[in-house]
């Protein structure tokens, strides 16, 4: 008989057999049916297509063996094709065409490489024509299996060729999101391998990032009721479900923080919510179905309970899931809805849900959602808010409301009496506040002062209120201390005068701290828990409030930052246990010195222990040597137990002072961080002067200490500010001026001197600012202030001059450039050191006209169109020019030390360079006769030409072309 091959069902034979059902020969192929698509057809399709091509067609074969045979472009039209299009009455399902003849065939373990490669070229066909109810169908265990390990690892021979498949199958998903729905769910269902969507792969969160919303909430949905209810095979395997239920936590909260998914808030609502029921709540026993075991509650009966109570709570079950089933997997029993899961949910899991509600709510607490409107484009929403602009967080409080006040549940955390009271007191508060808040929205005053703060309490008292499921204490203060606060701020500001005389006891003495100040240090006692949920929340009420802070608050948050700071008080509330913490001493230890503790405890464990032994030899020195021998062997026991129990604690007292190092470090960057809000949002707040010496202290050692270096990346923040303050008081910006440049002359490395002359130039530039002078360079000088900083600048450049430090010729040489508003040229930096004859060197009197240079530079540019104002500036610097370069002359000309050096051919050259620059822009309109007498040029070539005729300089060609360059002038 002959053997079926692909060609052969090709043929024109076959094809009429197919279509229309004529007999055939039985010398050709025994066919059970008349159509090959009858159910007993499928085994011999299986081996035609397993079969070679014949020898006529070898030579097709090896032009296109990597491609699969076009008769499946005929099979695949007719099997997916409805039921009246079908060759025969009696044709086999697609799902059992494809796991008979595609996945037992071309997918199964066995085959080779050449077969699998077909059989994901026909999934990626038959993915592309096939309806979304077959598409479920695709997704065999052998093609899975197949498809994560080709796709898994780079080294398999079918990589190429699966990540083709997967790329396929995101191209489908984004052009029907019905398939990418029911592709999702294979992806998540069963076969799913959490390793195999930590790759490059990653597959389901790239589908997510092409569909719409509702594709994603019913993937949510999908999600919540394996959740609910595992499979058969896992719900009698308590770790295998706690498992998964775990990890269904852990995937939602990824697809939270994942931006490249549409996170709009439908989904997240429903992420969230899961988090929040699940971790908080139980279902109370009356409520629990007859059968205990299963822990389940009829959808049925529930819904009635639902309808008399008229309560909006977020329900358990998935209603959209039962109305999109028609488009998942026919073979596959409709999910039971029920509101308990059918195994009971454990503990770590309870607990994973709560730590991932509070996670996604620090990741809510920075994202801004999208916020739509038919005739404006859409635009998002400010950081932590949703469309309707409420908080994520009062939505929680909201939720949590619901929930509490909901007859089935009851709550998983039992909060004390106190507490209770706090947030009941909390909630009627937060309810005025709204209230308030949608009145002022109503009146169009969102920006107003009152508006910002009554929403950073709204933050606030929302923020504390959750807080008081993970640090009741702490949270419970907080209540406390903002109510006060609150009522400081809003309710007695509206009392009369003399009623506010009447309540000003000694008990309430303690109220009189700025309101400012004692929410800081709520924000700051926050801050030290390691949360991140408390740290976001820190941040974005940091942000509210940052624009009434005080020096107070500022300074103590420096402390924090630097060595003055009880940072270990705050440590101590993190549950770290720290001993022998004195002075910090732990901040550097050493490896080696940690050897020698060791060994000089295990010294003195060993010296106890002899002693001990020889203590208990003499009491039984006259017993048996067996009993002896016993009791010896017992102390060794002993010995070695309390030995190891030593060093156990050490090892563990050790972990907590490194662990406890580690916090601090932590926690001095967490502020830091509230520091760079308060340089970002308030950058014309004349409070940011405070920063600068203190940040400059602390930057001293950013070399070898991280903080440091934070506290240097925030001082370069702040130097930059472009519009800073212009309200201020200008003696204290004097004295801060005075000292950042005396920082300056003592930094120890460049980057530090840097940073500290450019923090003077701000402070410079601040007081320029405020005069509004910028187009009007004279009229600075006049002011007094203005005078006394260049009067310090002035003094700075001589000790410059006069003794060696860490400044450089750059910092004078670029301050025309950076602070252009000063003139100068006025100044005494201005040809200030040039004289030979007190200057420390001739190296100083080149740097002091090469100072003089840019700042002529500045002063007369080479294109003026001020014509008026540059001729005054000429009158005013020719003779200060013409003097200090005649007595530099002069001095070199007599061939005199200046120090003990005498002039070179480089510092000539600087001299001579100033003097030609000089000389032509100030002669730019000036007659040659009147140039000679302003320049009184007969005596200065003279002394030129004196000193070209020095043995040392009569061969240099760069002084000659200068001075031939400088006669010319004239």
Not at 213 to 236: A, D, H, M, R, W
Not at 497 to 509: I, P
């Amino acid at each position: 008989m002959m053997n079926l091959t692909a060609d052969i069902i090709q043929s024109s034979q076959w094809k009429q057999v197919m279509v229309h059902n004529v007999g055939v020969d039985s010398r050709t192929a025994k066919w059970h049916k008349p159509h090959i698509l009858h159910p007993k057809n499928l085994e011999k399709l299986t081996e035609a297509i397993q079969a070679k091509s014949s020898k006529s067609a070898t030579e097709i074969q090896q032009n296109q063996e990597n491609r699969i045979h076009s008769v499946w472009d005929t099979i695949l039209c007719w099997i997916i094709s409805p039921s009246n299009d079908k060759p025969g009455n009696q044709t086999v399902t697609f799902e059992q065409f494809w796991k008979v003849v595609v996945d037992e065939c071309l997918f199964d373990s066995d085959t080779t490489h050449q077969r699998k490669f077909w059989g994901f070229q026909l999934f990626e066909k038959a993915l592309k024509l096939c309806p979304e109810k077959n598409t479920s169908s695709l997704f065999t265990p052998n093609f899975m299996r197949t498809l994560i390990n080709n796709s898994y690892e780079k080294n398999r021979y079918l990589h190429e060729a699966a990540i083709r498949s997967l790329k396929v199958i995101e191209q489908v998903s984004d052009e029907n999101h019905q398939k990418a729905l029911v592709i999702v769910k294979q992806f998540l269902g069963q076969y799913y391998d959490q390793d195999f969507d930590k790759t490059s792969a990653n597959i389901v969160k790239r589908i997510l990032s092409v569909v719409n919303n509702q594709t994603i909430e019913e993937c949510i949905l999908y999600l919540k009721s394996i959740f609910i209810q595992p499979s058969e095979n896992l719900s009698g395997d308590s770790d295998t479900t706690e498992q998964q239920r775990q990890w269904i936590i852990n995937y939602l909260y990824s697809l939270l923080k994942d931006s490249r998914i549409n996170r709009q808030e439908g989904w997240l609502c429903l992420v969230l919510e899961l988090f929040l029921i699940y971790g908080f709540y139980i279902a109370k026993d009356t409520f629990i179905n007859d059968k205990p075991k299963n822990n389940k509650v009829e959808i049925s009966s529930q819904n009635k309970k639902l309808k008399k109570r008229d309560s909006k709570r977020v329900r358990f079950e998935d209603q959209q899931n039962a109305e999109n089933n028609s488009n998942t997997d026919n073979s596959q029993e409709k999910i039971t809805e029920n509101i308990l899961p059918k195994a009971i949910i454990s503990e770590n899991t309870q607990e994973c849900c709560r730590a991932r509600f509070f996670h996604a709510l620090g990741e809510l607490s920075t994202f801004r959602s999208l916020q739509s409107d038919k005739t404006e484009k859409p635009v998002r929403t400010r950081g932590g808010f949703m469309s309707d602009d409420q908080s994520w967080a009062f939505y929680a409080v909201t939720l949590m409301n619901k929930f509490e006040n909901d007859s089935q549940l009851e709550p998983l955390i039992v909060l004390s009496e106190e507490a209770l009271r706090l947030k009941k007191a909390a909630v009627e508060l937060l309810q005025k506040i709204t209230k308030k808040l949608e009145g002022s929205k109503n009146e169009g005053s969102q920006k107003s002062n009152l508006y910002i703060q009554l929403e950073g309490f709204h933050w606030l008292f929302s923020y504390a209120i959750l807080t008081l499921y993970i640090e009741p204490e702490e949270a419970m203060n907080a209540l406390e201390d903002l109510q006060v606060c609150f009522n400081k701020m809003f309710v007695q500001s509206k009392r009369s005068l003399k009623k506010k005389k009447t309540e000003k006891t000694e008990e309430n003495a303690e109220e009189n701290h700025d309101p400012i100040d004692v929410i800081v240090d709520v924000l700051l006692s926050f801050l030290a828990k390691p949360s991140a949920f408390l740290h976001n929340m820190t941040e974005q009420a940091f942000k509210v409030f940052c624009g009434g802070i005080t020096k107070s608050s500022l300074d103590l948050m420096l402390d924090l930052i630097s060595k003055k700071g009880n940072v270990e008080e705050l440590v101590d509330e993190m549950d770290i246990d720290e001993e022998n913490n004195d002075d910090s001493s732990d901040e550097s230890i050493e490896h080696d010195s940690d050897n020698e503790e060791t060994d000089n405890e295990k010294r003195e464990v060993k010296d106890q222990s002899v002693i001990e032994i020889g203590q208990q030899d003499k009491q039984h020195e006259n017993e048996d040597s067996d009993e002896d021998q016993s009791n010896q062997d017992k102390i060794m026991e002993e010995f070695d137990s309390k030995l190891s129990e030593f060093f156990k604690q050490k090892k563990f007292e050790k972990k907590k002072r490194k662990d406890a190092k580690y916090q601090r470090i932590h926690y001095k960057h967490k502020v830091i961080g509230l520091l760079k809000i308060f340089v970002k949002e308030q950058p014309h707040n004349p409070l940011i002067f405070e920063l600068i010496v203190p940040l400059l202290e602390i930057s001293k050692n950013a070399k070898t200490d991280e903080i440091s270096k934070s506290a240097f990346d925030l001082s370069t923040k702040i130097i930059v500010i472009k519009d800073g303050p212009t309200e201020f008081d200008e003696n204290k910006v004097l004295t801060l001026l005075e000292k950042v440049q005396d920082m300056a002359r003592k930094s120890s490395f460049g980057d530090m001197m840097k940073l500290c002359w450019n923090s003077s130039a701000f402070l410079l530039k601040s007081m320029v600012r405020r005069y509004k002078y910028e187009n009007i360079p004279g009229e600075v000088m006049n002011q007094q202030h203005i005078k006394k900083a260049i009067a310090i600048y002035e003094s700075t450049y001589k000790s410059w001059c006069v003794k060696s430090n860490s400044l450089n010729i750059k910092c004078f040489s670029q301050l025309p450039n950076h602070i252009p508003q000063i003139p100068w040229h006025l100044s005494e930096i201005f040809l200030g050191c040039a004289d030979p004859k007190i200057a420390k060197n001739p190296n100083k009197v080149m740097n002091a006209y090469d100072v003089s240079y840019s700042i002529l530079n500045i002063a007369l540019p080479k294109k003026s169109r001020e014509s008026e104002s540059v001729d005054s500036t000429i009158s005013k610097l020719v003779p200060k020019i013409r003097e200090a370069l005649n007595n530099t002359l002069q001095f070199v000309a007599g061939d005199l030390k200046c120090g003990d050096q005498t002039f070179d051919s480089q510092t000539l050259k600087s001299i001579l360079k100033f003097a030609s620059f000089a000389i032509k822009r100030t002669s730019v309109k000036i007659p040659i006769e009147e140039r000679k007498k302003l320049w009184n040029a007969k005596n200065f070539l003279l002394l030129l030409e004196k000193i070209k005729e020095l043995p040392r300089f009569k061969s240099s060609q760069a002084i000659n072309g200068l001075v031939k360059e400088i006669t010319r002038n004239f």
